[in-house]
C-alpha cells in the first residue's frame, strides 16, 4: 500500500514539473513565478515550493524528528501551510531543487513504516491539533501536490490570457 502511494507521488511529480518546465521556457520566468491573480493571492512560485516545503516537513518533522536532515529549514516559515507570500521569488532552479530534496527527505522517512502501520501510527498535526493516522497523512500528502500544482497551473492560465 505504501508503495502503491509513493507510485502515485511519483506521477503526480511529473504534472508539477511540467509547470514548472513550461515557465523555464518563458521569456521572464521569475515574473510568471511571481505573477498573483489578485492582491493578497499566493504567487505561482509560493504553490510549488509549498509542495516541496511540506514534503520535507513531513519527513524530517512530522513522521520523524530528524531536523538535522533538514535542508530549507530556513524557509519553512515562508512555505509552509498558513504563511504568507513574500515578494521574494525563488528562481525555477530554486523551486526544482526544493521540490527534490523534499521528496528525498520525504521517501527516506517512508521507508521507516511498512503497511501494517498504515492504521497504527499516528501524530498530531500542530496546526489543526488533530491526530492523522499514517493511511490519512498518505492520502493528504498525495492530494496536497495535487491541489497545489491545480492552483499553480490555473495563476499560469490566468497569467497567459491576462
Known sequence: MIESFIQAFTFNRTRTLS????IAAMDDPNQVLGWRPAD???HIAWQLAHIGITEELFGVDRLA????????KDIWERFQGGSTPDDNIPS???IR????DGRELMLQTLQQFDSEQLDTFTWVHPRLGKELDLRTTLSIINWHESHHQGQAHITLNLFNNQ
Do not use: M
Open 19 to 22: 509547470t514548472l518546465d513550461q
Open 40 to 42: 493578497g493571492r499566493a
Open 65 to 72: 524528528k530528524r531536523h538535522d536532515d533538514a535542508r530549507h
Open 92 to 94: 525555477t532552479d530554486e
Open 97 to 100: 531543487q526544493i521540490l527534490s
